[in-house]
Protein backbone atom coordinates (compact mmCIF):
# COMPACT_ATOMS: atom_id res chain seq x y z
CA UNK A 1 0.00 0.00 0.00
CA UNK A 2 1.18 3.41 -0.83
CA UNK A 3 2.52 5.60 2.30
CA UNK A 4 1.33 8.87 2.61
CA UNK A 5 3.87 10.80 4.40
CA UNK A 6 6.24 9.77 1.21
CA UNK A 7 3.74 11.18 -1.08
CA UNK A 8 3.15 14.31 0.68
CA UNK A 9 6.89 14.54 0.96
CA UNK A 10 7.35 14.44 -2.57
CA UNK A 11 4.78 16.61 -3.47
CA UNK A 12 6.18 19.69 -1.04
CA UNK A 13 9.54 19.00 -2.36
CA UNK A 14 8.00 19.57 -5.98
CA UNK A 15 7.03 23.13 -4.91
CA UNK A 16 9.74 24.01 -3.53
CA UNK A 17 12.52 26.11 -5.53
CA UNK A 18 14.93 24.22 -6.96
CA UNK A 19 18.69 24.16 -4.64
CA UNK A 20 20.41 25.85 -8.42
CA UNK A 21 17.52 28.09 -8.49
CA UNK A 22 18.22 28.72 -4.93
CA UNK A 23 21.98 28.89 -5.53
CA UNK A 24 21.04 31.15 -8.17
CA UNK A 25 18.96 33.65 -6.34
CA UNK A 26 21.76 33.83 -3.16
CA UNK A 27 24.58 34.68 -5.38
CA UNK A 28 22.76 37.05 -7.55
CA UNK A 29 21.78 39.46 -4.60
CA UNK A 30 25.32 38.98 -3.14
CA UNK A 31 26.34 40.40 -6.11
CA UNK A 32 24.27 43.13 -5.92
CA UNK A 33 25.66 43.93 -2.63
CA UNK A 34 29.28 43.93 -4.07
CA UNK A 35 28.20 46.15 -6.50
CA UNK A 36 26.81 48.38 -3.89
CA UNK A 37 29.87 48.63 -1.55
CA UNK A 38 32.62 49.44 -4.93
CA UNK A 39 29.53 52.14 -5.19
CA UNK A 40 30.06 53.37 -1.82
CA UNK A 41 27.05 51.62 -0.07
CA UNK A 42 28.06 48.99 3.11
CA UNK A 43 24.57 47.37 3.51
CA UNK A 44 24.03 43.78 4.38
CA UNK A 45 22.11 41.68 2.21
CA UNK A 46 19.62 38.35 3.71
CA UNK A 47 16.39 36.88 2.83
CA UNK A 48 13.02 37.36 3.98
CA UNK A 49 9.66 36.27 4.00
CA UNK A 50 9.53 32.74 2.52
CA UNK A 51 13.32 32.66 0.89
CA UNK A 52 13.97 33.56 4.77
CA UNK A 53 11.44 30.58 6.57
CA UNK A 54 12.30 27.95 3.91
CA UNK A 55 8.53 27.73 2.70
CA UNK A 56 9.08 28.72 -1.14
CA UNK A 57 6.15 28.13 -3.28
CA UNK A 58 6.32 28.65 -6.99
CA UNK A 59 3.74 31.50 -7.50
CA UNK A 60 0.44 30.97 -9.00
CA UNK A 61 -1.25 33.33 -11.00
CA UNK A 62 -4.38 32.38 -12.50
CA UNK A 63 -3.64 29.11 -12.12
CA UNK A 64 -0.47 29.22 -14.24
CA UNK A 65 2.77 28.62 -12.41
CA UNK A 66 4.76 31.72 -12.42
CA UNK A 67 8.71 33.00 -11.87
CA UNK A 68 9.75 32.82 -8.58
CA UNK A 69 9.60 36.41 -6.32
CA UNK A 70 12.30 36.38 -3.70
CA UNK A 71 12.36 39.08 -1.20
CA UNK A 72 15.82 40.24 -0.04
CA UNK A 73 16.44 43.10 2.79
CA UNK A 74 18.95 45.23 2.01
CA UNK A 75 20.07 46.57 5.69
CA UNK A 76 22.29 49.82 4.90
CA UNK A 77 24.63 51.08 7.62
CA UNK A 78 23.93 54.77 7.94
CA UNK A 79 22.00 55.52 11.59
CA UNK A 80 18.74 56.05 11.24
CA UNK A 81 18.68 59.29 12.85
CA UNK A 82 21.19 60.76 10.19
CA UNK A 83 18.97 59.80 7.51
CA UNK A 84 15.80 59.94 5.60
CA UNK A 85 13.51 56.96 4.02
CA UNK A 86 13.68 58.93 0.63
CA UNK A 87 17.47 59.16 0.81
CA UNK A 88 17.76 55.17 1.71
CA UNK A 89 15.12 54.18 -1.08
CA UNK A 90 16.99 56.79 -3.94
CA UNK A 91 20.28 55.75 -3.13
CA UNK A 92 19.72 52.26 -3.53
CA UNK A 93 17.28 52.71 -6.87
CA UNK A 94 20.11 55.05 -7.93
CA UNK A 95 23.12 52.99 -7.67
CA UNK A 96 21.20 50.20 -9.54
CA UNK A 97 20.46 52.58 -12.45
CA UNK A 98 24.39 53.06 -13.10
CA UNK A 99 25.07 50.23 -14.24
CA UNK A 100 23.69 49.18 -17.27
CA UNK A 101 23.36 45.26 -16.48
CA UNK A 102 21.24 46.41 -13.31
CA UNK A 103 18.92 49.18 -15.09
CA UNK A 104 18.20 46.86 -17.86
CA UNK A 105 16.68 44.38 -14.97
CA UNK A 106 15.48 46.96 -12.83
CA UNK A 107 11.60 47.25 -12.96
CA UNK A 108 10.02 50.99 -11.98
CA UNK A 109 10.25 51.92 -8.56
CA UNK A 110 7.50 49.90 -5.81
CA UNK A 111 5.79 51.28 -2.45
CA UNK A 112 8.86 49.41 -0.64
CA UNK A 113 11.38 47.86 -2.77
CA UNK A 114 13.43 47.95 -5.79
CA UNK A 115 12.63 44.57 -8.39
CA UNK A 116 14.99 42.96 -11.06
CA UNK A 117 13.15 40.44 -13.21
CA UNK A 118 16.06 37.82 -14.31
CA UNK A 119 15.69 36.05 -17.56
CA UNK A 120 14.66 32.33 -17.57
CA UNK A 121 16.83 30.11 -15.72
CA UNK A 122 16.12 26.55 -15.67
CA UNK A 123 12.83 24.47 -17.05
CA UNK A 124 11.62 28.23 -18.17
CA UNK A 125 11.28 29.59 -14.58
CA UNK A 126 12.35 32.91 -14.26
CA UNK A 127 13.28 34.98 -11.09
CA UNK A 128 12.35 38.17 -9.61
CA UNK A 129 14.42 39.71 -6.76
CA UNK A 130 12.58 42.30 -4.57
CA UNK A 131 15.32 44.54 -2.64
CA UNK A 132 13.86 46.08 0.29
CA UNK A 133 16.62 49.06 1.47
CA UNK A 134 16.10 49.60 5.11
CA UNK A 135 17.86 51.11 8.09
CA UNK A 136 18.33 49.79 11.87
CA UNK A 137 15.59 50.58 14.17
CA UNK A 138 16.19 53.37 16.60
CA UNK A 139 16.99 52.03 20.36
CA UNK A 140 13.80 53.35 21.70
CA UNK A 141 11.79 51.36 19.40
CA UNK A 142 13.40 48.00 20.21
CA UNK A 143 13.12 48.87 24.04
CA UNK A 144 9.23 49.33 23.32
CA UNK A 145 9.18 46.24 21.35
CA UNK A 146 11.08 44.39 24.62
CA UNK A 147 8.76 45.65 26.72
CA UNK A 148 6.11 43.66 25.08
CA UNK A 149 7.44 40.57 25.91
CA UNK A 150 9.19 40.14 22.52
CA UNK A 151 12.52 38.40 22.99
CA UNK A 152 15.32 40.26 23.57
CA UNK A 153 17.73 38.46 20.44
CA UNK A 154 14.48 39.34 18.36
CA UNK A 155 13.65 42.90 19.08
CA UNK A 156 17.38 43.90 18.53
CA UNK A 157 17.08 42.69 14.55
CA UNK A 158 13.96 44.97 14.20
CA UNK A 159 14.55 47.69 11.46
CA UNK A 160 12.87 50.02 9.55
CA UNK A 161 11.83 49.79 5.89
CA UNK A 162 11.09 52.61 3.55
CA UNK A 163 7.41 53.14 1.73
CA UNK A 164 6.57 55.55 -0.99
CA UNK A 165 3.01 56.64 -0.96
CA UNK A 166 2.51 58.72 -3.78
CA UNK A 167 5.86 61.46 -3.86
CA UNK A 168 6.33 60.67 0.35
CA UNK A 169 8.56 58.66 1.87
CA UNK A 170 8.10 57.40 5.63
CA UNK A 171 9.48 54.64 7.70
CA UNK A 172 7.84 51.60 8.35
CA UNK A 173 8.72 49.09 11.25
CA UNK A 174 9.69 45.93 10.42
CA UNK A 175 11.93 42.51 11.56
CA UNK A 176 12.10 39.79 8.96
CA UNK A 177 15.15 38.52 10.75
CA UNK A 178 13.70 38.37 14.33
CA UNK A 179 10.70 36.64 12.71
CA UNK A 180 12.83 34.18 10.90
CA UNK A 181 14.65 33.53 14.21
CA UNK A 182 11.63 33.08 16.18
CA UNK A 183 10.17 30.71 12.96
CA UNK A 184 13.69 28.62 13.38
CA UNK A 185 13.77 28.36 17.11
CA UNK A 186 10.04 26.05 16.92
CA UNK A 187 11.33 24.68 13.43
CA UNK A 188 14.32 23.61 15.15
CA UNK A 189 12.75 20.53 16.99
CA UNK A 190 11.11 19.30 13.27
CA UNK A 191 14.87 19.94 11.59
CA UNK A 192 17.05 18.01 13.54
CA UNK A 193 14.81 14.69 12.94
CA UNK A 194 16.62 12.94 10.82
CA UNK A 195 19.02 15.68 9.88
CA UNK A 196 22.17 13.65 9.06
CA UNK A 197 20.66 11.12 6.78
CA UNK A 198 18.59 14.41 5.22
CA UNK A 199 21.83 15.72 4.68
CA UNK A 200 23.43 12.98 3.16
CA UNK A 201 20.71 12.32 0.76
CA UNK A 202 20.66 16.11 -0.32
CA UNK A 203 24.37 16.05 -1.00
CA UNK A 204 24.23 12.88 -2.91
CA UNK A 205 20.89 13.98 -5.28
CA UNK A 206 22.62 17.79 -5.84
CA UNK A 207 26.74 17.22 -5.76
CA UNK A 208 27.27 19.38 -8.50
CA UNK A 209 26.62 22.72 -6.91
CA UNK A 210 29.24 21.67 -3.78
CA UNK A 211 32.96 21.92 -4.35
CA UNK A 212 34.97 18.34 -5.33
CA UNK A 213 36.22 18.65 -1.74
CA UNK A 214 32.81 19.13 0.10
CA UNK A 215 30.98 16.71 1.80
CA UNK A 216 27.53 15.62 3.31
CA UNK A 217 28.39 17.86 6.76
CA UNK A 218 29.58 21.20 4.53
CA UNK A 219 25.29 21.19 3.52
CA UNK A 220 23.35 24.32 5.17
CA UNK A 221 20.66 23.97 6.97
CA UNK A 222 18.78 26.02 4.94
CA UNK A 223 18.98 23.34 2.10
CA UNK A 224 16.90 20.57 4.58
CA UNK A 225 13.25 20.71 4.81
CA UNK A 226 11.28 19.51 7.65
CA UNK A 227 8.20 18.35 8.37
CA UNK A 228 7.12 21.62 9.29
CA UNK A 229 8.52 23.56 6.54
CA UNK A 230 6.66 21.08 3.99
CA UNK A 231 3.59 21.25 5.35
CA UNK A 232 3.63 25.27 4.96
CA UNK A 233 4.47 24.96 1.52
CA UNK A 234 1.40 22.19 0.48
CA UNK A 235 -1.07 24.33 2.87
CA UNK A 236 0.50 27.60 0.03
CA UNK A 237 -0.42 25.58 -2.48
CA UNK A 238 -3.56 24.46 -1.54
CA UNK A 239 -4.48 28.31 -0.39
CA UNK A 240 -3.62 29.40 -4.19
CA UNK A 241 -5.73 26.80 -5.82
CA UNK A 242 -8.70 27.03 -3.42
CA UNK A 243 -8.73 30.93 -3.76
CA UNK A 244 -8.19 31.06 -7.37
CA UNK A 245 -11.75 29.23 -7.61
CA UNK A 246 -14.27 31.29 -5.51
CA UNK A 247 -15.76 34.60 -5.95
CA UNK A 248 -13.21 37.87 -4.55
CA UNK A 249 -10.38 35.00 -3.66
CA UNK A 250 -7.82 37.59 -4.63
CA UNK A 251 -9.60 39.55 -2.12
CA UNK A 252 -10.17 36.87 0.23
CA UNK A 253 -7.27 35.24 0.00
CA UNK A 254 -4.85 34.93 3.54
CA UNK A 255 -1.71 36.40 3.64
CA UNK A 256 1.44 33.56 3.70
CA UNK A 257 2.83 35.09 6.73
CA UNK A 258 -0.48 34.52 8.33
CA UNK A 259 -0.24 30.59 7.41
CA UNK A 260 2.88 30.33 8.68
CA UNK A 261 2.75 32.07 12.08
CA UNK A 262 -0.64 30.26 12.69
CA UNK A 263 1.29 26.73 11.59
CA UNK A 264 4.50 27.06 13.79
CA UNK A 265 2.26 28.23 16.61
CA UNK A 266 0.07 25.30 16.56
CA UNK A 267 2.89 22.59 15.60
CA UNK A 268 5.10 23.85 18.39
CA UNK A 269 2.89 21.43 20.86
CA UNK A 270 2.51 18.91 18.25
CA UNK A 271 3.51 15.68 19.80
CA UNK A 272 5.07 13.93 16.79
CA UNK A 273 7.56 15.11 14.31
CA UNK A 274 6.49 13.08 11.04
CA UNK A 275 4.57 14.86 8.28
CA UNK A 276 1.37 13.55 8.42
CA UNK A 277 0.62 13.30 12.08
CA UNK A 278 1.83 16.84 11.92
CA UNK A 279 -0.38 17.55 9.03
CA UNK A 280 -2.97 16.14 10.80
CA UNK A 281 -2.44 18.28 14.38
CA UNK A 282 -2.25 21.48 12.25
CA UNK A 283 -5.08 21.38 10.81
CA UNK A 284 -7.21 20.24 13.65
CA UNK A 285 -5.82 23.21 15.28
CA UNK A 286 -6.63 25.61 12.46
CA UNK A 287 -10.47 24.05 12.58
CA UNK A 288 -10.94 24.33 16.62
CA UNK A 289 -10.48 28.40 15.85
CA UNK A 290 -13.97 28.54 13.90
CA UNK A 291 -15.85 28.38 17.10
CA UNK A 292 -15.55 32.62 17.34
CA UNK A 293 -17.12 32.86 14.75
CA UNK A 294 -20.20 31.96 16.83
CA UNK A 295 -18.41 33.72 19.86
CA UNK A 296 -16.94 31.19 21.28
CA UNK A 297 -13.21 30.62 22.29
CA UNK A 298 -11.19 27.57 21.64
CA UNK A 299 -11.32 25.32 24.50
CA UNK A 300 -7.66 24.58 25.72
CA UNK A 301 -6.45 20.94 24.22
CA UNK A 302 -4.29 20.60 27.75
CA UNK A 303 -3.51 22.25 30.92
CA UNK A 304 -1.10 25.94 29.64
CA UNK A 305 -2.03 25.68 26.22
CA UNK A 306 -2.65 29.33 24.79
CA UNK A 307 -5.87 29.30 22.44
CA UNK A 308 -5.43 33.44 21.28
CA UNK A 309 -3.82 32.78 17.82
CA UNK A 310 -6.48 34.33 16.31
CA UNK A 311 -9.02 36.35 18.10
CA UNK A 312 -12.13 38.98 17.73
CA UNK A 313 -12.54 41.73 20.12
CA UNK A 314 -14.33 44.55 19.59
CA UNK A 315 -15.55 43.79 16.07
CA UNK A 316 -11.90 43.54 15.01
CA UNK A 317 -9.91 40.05 13.72
CA UNK A 318 -6.39 39.40 15.37
CA UNK A 319 -3.61 37.51 14.50
CA UNK A 320 -0.64 38.79 16.03
CA UNK A 321 2.98 39.21 14.58
CA UNK A 322 4.92 36.97 17.08
CA UNK A 323 8.00 39.79 17.22
CA UNK A 324 5.66 42.58 17.32
CA UNK A 325 2.21 42.40 19.39
CA UNK A 326 1.45 45.38 17.66
CA UNK A 327 1.30 44.66 14.56
CA UNK A 328 -1.89 42.77 13.47
CA UNK A 329 -1.60 40.68 10.24
CA UNK A 330 -5.34 40.28 10.53
CA UNK A 331 -5.46 43.97 10.33
CA UNK A 332 -7.98 44.15 7.15
CA UNK A 333 -10.41 41.21 7.96
CA UNK A 334 -13.87 40.89 7.74
CA UNK A 335 -16.20 38.36 8.83
CA UNK A 336 -16.46 37.08 5.36
CA UNK A 337 -12.56 37.32 5.26
CA UNK A 338 -12.71 34.74 8.37
CA UNK A 339 -15.61 32.72 7.27
CA UNK A 340 -13.65 31.91 3.69
CA UNK A 341 -11.12 31.31 5.89
CA UNK A 342 -12.21 28.64 8.07
CA UNK A 343 -13.93 27.43 4.93
CA UNK A 344 -10.63 27.03 3.17
CA UNK A 345 -9.33 25.28 6.68
CA UNK A 346 -11.93 23.00 6.36
CA UNK A 347 -11.37 22.20 2.51
CA UNK A 348 -7.67 21.28 3.34
CA UNK A 349 -8.96 19.02 6.04
CA UNK A 350 -11.01 17.16 3.31
CA UNK A 351 -8.44 17.31 0.95
CA UNK A 352 -5.47 16.30 2.50
CA UNK A 353 -5.42 15.75 6.12
CA UNK A 354 -8.36 13.39 6.19
CA UNK A 355 -8.21 11.06 2.83
CA UNK A 356 -5.55 7.91 3.37
CA UNK A 357 -4.40 5.61 1.00
CA UNK A 358 -6.83 2.86 1.56
CA UNK A 359 -9.36 4.88 -0.17
CA UNK A 360 -7.42 5.43 -3.22
CA UNK A 361 -10.32 6.83 -4.52
CA UNK A 362 -10.75 9.42 -2.33
CA UNK A 363 -7.40 10.03 -1.77
CA UNK A 364 -6.40 10.92 -5.78
CA UNK A 365 -9.58 12.78 -5.93
CA UNK A 366 -8.10 15.03 -2.52
CA UNK A 367 -5.16 15.86 -3.76
CA UNK A 368 -5.84 16.39 -7.28
CA UNK A 369 -8.77 18.99 -6.15
CA UNK A 370 -6.57 20.63 -3.70
CA UNK A 371 -3.17 20.67 -5.54
CA UNK A 372 -4.49 20.69 -9.19
CA UNK A 373 -4.54 17.83 -11.28
CA UNK A 374 -1.56 18.18 -13.79
CA UNK A 375 0.67 18.67 -10.66
CA UNK A 376 -0.41 15.45 -9.09
CA UNK A 377 -0.27 13.36 -12.13
CA UNK A 378 3.29 15.08 -13.03
CA UNK A 379 4.51 14.46 -9.62
CA UNK A 380 3.02 11.11 -9.10
CA UNK A 381 2.65 9.15 -11.97
CA UNK A 382 2.55 6.18 -10.47
CA UNK A 383 -0.50 6.77 -8.37
CA UNK A 384 -3.68 4.97 -10.63
CA UNK A 385 -6.80 5.32 -9.42
CA UNK A 386 -9.91 2.48 -10.95
CA UNK A 387 -12.85 3.89 -12.79
CA UNK A 388 -15.61 5.05 -10.79
CA UNK A 389 -19.22 5.81 -11.93
CA UNK A 390 -20.33 9.42 -12.34
CA UNK A 391 -21.66 11.41 -8.72
CA UNK A 392 -19.80 8.77 -6.94
CA UNK A 393 -16.56 9.68 -4.62
CA UNK A 394 -17.23 13.31 -5.06
CA UNK A 395 -16.19 15.22 -2.63
CA UNK A 396 -18.79 17.74 -1.23
CA UNK A 397 -17.92 20.90 1.11
CA UNK A 398 -20.68 22.04 3.78
CA UNK A 399 -22.08 25.12 2.26
CA UNK A 400 -21.26 26.73 6.31
CA UNK A 401 -18.35 24.55 7.47
CA UNK A 402 -17.75 26.15 10.45
CA UNK A 403 -21.18 25.27 12.28
CA UNK A 404 -19.98 21.99 12.80
CA UNK A 405 -16.58 23.09 14.41
CA UNK A 406 -15.85 21.98 17.93
Known amino acids: ????????????????????????????????????????????????????????????????????????????????????PKMVKLSVGDALKKDETYRKKLEPEEERCWTLTYAKVTDEIGLKLDVVPCVKEDESIKQILKAHNVKSEYAEKAISITEKNESEY??????????????????????????????????????????????????????????????????????DIYYSQIKDGETLRP???????????????????????LLSYVVSGLKEYACILQGRTPTPRFFGEQR???????????????VNPDDNYADSWTDETAKAFFRWVNAVSVDLSDPTPIDETRYLTGLKSGLGSKFIEKSLPDLKVPSVSKGQNTIHYPTKPWANFR
Open 1 to 84: MRKKHVDLEILAKNLDISPTMHKYAVERYEGISNYLESQGIKAEFYPQGSFRTGTVVRPLKNGIETDFDIDVVCELSNCKKDTS
Open 170 to 239: KWLASNPNGYGDWFDDINKRFLNDNLSQKKKTFFMENRTIFAESASAEDVPNYYIKSSLQRIIQLLKRHR
Open 255 to 277: ASVIIVTLVAKIAYSAPDTDIES
Open 308 to 322: NYIEKKDQKWKICNP
